[in-house]
């Protein structure tokens, strides 16, 4: 299945900034914990980290292309993945690894990637269409 926080996750931290990445990082990693880990504050650790350093990518962003995003986010689905592997399976003995990857790391992989490449310009439409039309509207209504 796809990891549709991740890409909420990098795709905040890209479009916002290093400490929107965080906060987004840190909430949807508690999600995580909360619903599927034995130990909170694990995930929300992982996903800090994630969130921080995509965010220190918006000093790229181009508002045109979304291969840089989209880029970010199977290299940060990598890198959780091969995250949890050590976490979770090597740290307890089991090595293998051909097992994992070919099952697990790969799939999620072409999942996310095709799930972010139509979810990405749906939530860059909800950032530079929706959200700055709110905050205009309630501007204007506090100046009359």
Known sequence: ?????????CA???LRG???????GFFCGLLMDVFYADIIGLHSLEYMYIGFFNGMLNRFYV?????????????SDVV????TYFLRFVLHGKFNFAYYSLNIILPEFIYTMVVCIVLYP????IEHKVIPFT??????????
């Open 1 to 9: 299945m796809p990891n549709l926080l991740l890409i909420v996750v």
């Open 12 to 14: 905040y931290g890209f």
């Open 18 to 24: 290093e400490t929107d990445g965080i906060i987004a």
């Open 63 to 75: 508002e045109d292309t979304v291969k840089l995003p989209v880029f970010c986010i199977g290299l």
């Open 80 to 83: 959780l993945s091969f995250l």
């Open 122 to 125: 749906a939530l860059l439409f």
């Open 135 to 144: 905050f205009r509207k309630e501007e204007q209504q506090d100046v009359f």
